[in-house]
């Protein structure tokens, strides 16, 4: 069965204290890893997609990397307004449709961090 | 440029009672996604709608049902509500031509079941 496990469920950091949240998958054939953020009583905002072992993708302090059988973001100096719950997501089963819009996502890591 | 809009923001119904969800998706985006997201879960894909027709569906079972319209503004039907159904349900839109694949979420719907 195709699953998708986050570590930790929260992290608590000061600001500028970088660190990684992790993200396991198990898919039959992956097609896409997304990662996601969403702020509280707001709906998920996409971040990257990753779709082979070895890719990176950065966007201001968050990079995002991608091996068999796990993914990494990972947060440089980080500030208050990265506070947020982030998402990480795979391509559902071919067998349930929905080629587009069907995701497994993970529960999520909620991320704190004090000023 | 308008986002994907949903309808209403929060809403409370009884067990047994019937619901609505609206959810106008992004402007020239052809396909929607909706999503139930229970306190502390990330959210479970449903189903989707492309050219006013479902074609895929999680492990939900019948009485979830959708349509999707002409202008690709779409519904879920939630009938016999449970208490379980207690959730935020979003939408979400894409256009299927963009490489990254990102699906581009509403704000969500809130249902309280008592």
């Known amino acids: 069965e195709d699953q998708v496990t986050q570590s930790p469920e929260a992290l608590r950091l000061q600001e500028g204290e970088s660190s990684s949240l992790n993200c396991s998958y198990t898919v039959s054939g992956l097609r896409g890893l997304f990662w996601y953020r969403q702020d509280p009583g707001k709906g998920p905002e996409f971040l990257f997609t990753?779709?082979?072992a070895g890719e990176e993708k950065e966007k201001e302090r968050l990079k995002a990397t991608l091996t068999k059988k796990e993914s990494f973001l990972h947060i440089t100096a980080p500030k208050p307004e990265d506070s947020a719950t982030y998402l990480c997501?795979?391509?559902?089963?071919?067998?349930?449709?929905?080629?587009?819009?069907?995701?497994?996502f993970g529960k999520g890591t909620k991320l704190s961090v004090k000023p | 440029e308008t986002g994907v809009t949903q309808s209403p923001t929060h809403l409370i119904k009884t067990r047994g009672q019937q619901v609505t969800l609206r959810c106008s998706s992004q402007s020239g985006h052809n396909t929607v996604s909706w999503y139930q997201q229970a306190l502390g879960q990330g959210p479970q894909f449903i189903f989707q709608y492309y050219r006013e027709e479902e074609n895929g569906r999680g492990n939900f079972p019948p009485r979830f049902s959708g349509l999707q319209f002409p202008n690709y503004s779409s519904e879920l039907n939630v009938n016999a509500l449970e208490l379980d159904d207690s959730a935020l349900y979003l939408c979400?839109?894409?256009?299927?031509?963009?490489?990254?694949?990102?699906?581009?979420f509403g704000e969500g719907s809130r249902l309280t079941v008592l």
């Open positions: 979400a839109s894409s256009s299927g031509t963009t490489r990254t694949g990102e699906l581009f």
């Open positions: 990753l779709y082979s």
């Open positions: 997501a795979v391509r559902g089963p071919l067998a349930n449709g929905g080629s587009q819009g069907n995701l497994i």
